[in-house]
């Protein structure tokens, strides 16, 4: 099988992350489920930067229960582990052992694949690759870490952008195209300030409702 990781920029072939997700659920179709433990470990080289992939999509997918804030707190973790310059990211026991059925993961990639194929056609592999590298992924640790928190939260609509911004990193890790990955920092900077006028707004709403 070919490495997805050696694939050239050809615009006509699914991206590295495409090709994962897709492995992912064949994965997940032959073993019924999967934990959170064997998920990112069949991630490879590039399990920090697809951890932060996958754990951001389900924030997007409508799917009953507390999803966002279970993902959520994976990302901060991950997070933390980033800016300590971890290379392969652990989880706690009790989020580890955590089983998604193959009918959710499915579900997550039908319902995200566009938005991740949409990222992948204006990806450049290797274009500026210094601010996709090792350092920089140190540094991106707090931007993902706050995003993390912005996804945990029980915001009302508040989930689009901050996913996006984690996608766009994610991907941009991924092909080390450090143009994609500023401007995934960038669009954070904007879900943040998006997100903090959201909470302000409802906290301005419920006192005005108690008051």
Same mark, same amino acid.
């Not at 804030?69 to 009790?94: D, E, H, N, S």
């Not at 920089?136 to 901050?162: D, H, S, Y």
């Not at 960038?186 to 005005?208: C, F, M, N």
């Given at each position: ?30 073993? /019924? ?8 470990? =069949?991630? /490879? ?90 350092? =920089?992924?140190?540094?991106? /640790? ?70």
């Amino acid at each position: 099988m070919t490495d997805p990781e050696t694939q050239t920029n050809d615009p006509r072939k699914p991206g590295i992350a495409s090709m994962r997700l897709a492995s992912l659920v064949t994965h997940a179709e032959t073993a /019924g489920s999967v934990s959170l433990d064997e998920l990112l470990a =069949a991630m /490879g080289r590039t399990s920090i930067a697809f951890a932060i992939l996958i754990l951001s999509l389900p924030a997007l997918t409508p799917i009953p229960g507390p999803f966002g804030m279970v993902f959520g707190t994976c990302l901060a973790i991950i997070a933390v582990q980033i800016m300590a310059g971890y290379q392969r990211i652990w989880l706690p026991a009790f989020l580890g052992r955590r089983r998604i059925s193959a009918n959710v993961i499915g579900l997550i990639v039908r319902y995200t694949g566009p938005l991740v194929l949409r990222v992948e056609t204006v990806l450049r592999r290797n274009r500026m690759r210094h601010l996709a590298g090792r350092t =920089a992924q140190a540094l991106l /640790g707090i931007p993902v870490f706050l995003l993390a928190i912005a996804v945990a939260l029980p915001i009302p609509f508040g989930n689009f952008l901050p996913v996006a911004a984690l996608v766009m990193i994610a991907l941009g890790l991924m092909e080390r195209d450090g143009l994609m990955t500023m401007l995934g920092v960038a669009l954070g900077v904007i879900a943040l300030a998006t997100s903090g006028g959201l909470i302000y707004g409802a906290i301005r709403s419920v006192g005005w409702a108690i008051g």
